[in-house]
């Protein structure tokens, strides 16, 4: 069974950058995509990126193109998000998940095996 762990949270002044990690334990075979996601006190769970597992093409959700790149190292078996340009906005606890649905970035019910989270918290 598969197992993901996020980490690389932190606190980080306005403008600043954090780069999370998601690590991934057991088989992956039947997933396709590997996607961030992220939970804002009170609100919902809101897509941010993908990776198919098959090419490694990525997704973007519209609202987070050009600051958060993810990216992924195979031998590693980790995922990558790389976060600059922080704003305050972007505090929450960041997931990452697995999907046998869906390649891009889609609802967070299509996405499964979610990790504990890594709390982000951009502040001055």
């Known amino acids: 069974q598969v197992q993901l762990v996020e980490s690389g949270g932190g606190l980080v002044q306005p403008g600043g950058s954090l780069r999370l990690s998601c690590a991934v334990s057991?088989?992956?075979?039947?997933?396709?995509?590997i996607g961030w996601y992220r939970q804002a006190p009170g609100k919902e769970r809101e897509g941010i990126s993908s990776?198919?597992?098959?090419?490694?093409?990525?997704f973007y959700a519209d609202s987070m193109k050009g600051r958060f790149t993810i990216s992924r190292d195979s031998g590693k078996n980790t995922v990558y998000l790389q976060m600059n340009s922080l704003k305050p906005e972007d505090t929450g606890i960041y997931y990452c998940?697995?999907?046998?649905?869906?390649?891009?970035?889609?609802?967070?019910?299509?996405?499964?095996?979610w990790g504990p989270g890594t709390q982000v918290t951009v502040s001055s």
């Open positions: 990776i198919s597992l098959s090419d490694d093409r990525t």
């Open positions: 998940a697995t999907s046998s649905i869906a390649r891009g970035v889609a609802p967070a019910s299509w996405y499964g095996n």
């Open positions: 057991g088989s992956t075979a039947g997933y396709f995509a």
